[in-house]
């Protein structure tokens, strides 16, 4: 897709704040964060939702999701929100599938609304 903004950020054309990657999948600070340390991990190939991604890559997806509650748990995370938004009515802006992370902490105020800010 090649104005996918996602897939232009998984070919790395425009800059994203990577911090981890897979063989299939990388993580990266959403730009306009629900809360401190909000990821957002992708598919490096184009799926538009949940139902397009293939199970056998389903594994994966756990594990990269396991490792970056890890480290945001290491930087004093105390809980964490999972959301997937599929579909435009379910506020799904960018149109690449992508599995928001959601760090939580006590006393820590986090708006998580979709379409952010709306
Ligand atoms: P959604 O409403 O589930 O489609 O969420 C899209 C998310 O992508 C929002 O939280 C945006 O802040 C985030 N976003 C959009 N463009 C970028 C970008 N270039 N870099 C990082 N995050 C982005
Ligand atoms: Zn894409």
């Known amino acids: 897709m090649n104005d996918c903004i996602f897939c232009k950020i998984a ?6 704040e ?5 063989d299939n ?19 490096k190939k184009h799926f538009f939702n949940l139902i ?6 389903g594994n994966e997806l756990l594990d990269v999701i396991k490792k ?9 995370a105390e809980g964490f929100n999972v959301i997937v938004n599929n579909g435009k009515e379910a506020g799904q802006v ?7 992370v959601i ?7 986090a708006i998580v609304r979709f379409p952010c800010g709306a």
Request: hydrophobic residues 40%; aromatic residues 8%.
């Open 11 to 16: 070919r790395k054309e425009i800059s994203a």
């Open 18 to 22: 990577i911090f981890y990657e897979s």
């Open 25 to 43: 999948f990388i993580a990266f600070l959403d730009a306009n964060p629900c809360s401190k340390g909000h990821t957002l991990i992708i598919p």
């Open 52 to 57: 397009e991604l293939p199970a056998i890559l």
């Open 68 to 76: 970056v509650a890890e480290m945001r748990f290491k930087d004093g």
């Open 94 to 100: 960018v149109m690449h599938l992508h599995v928001h």
């Open 103 to 109: 760090p939580r902490k006590k006393g820590e105020k």
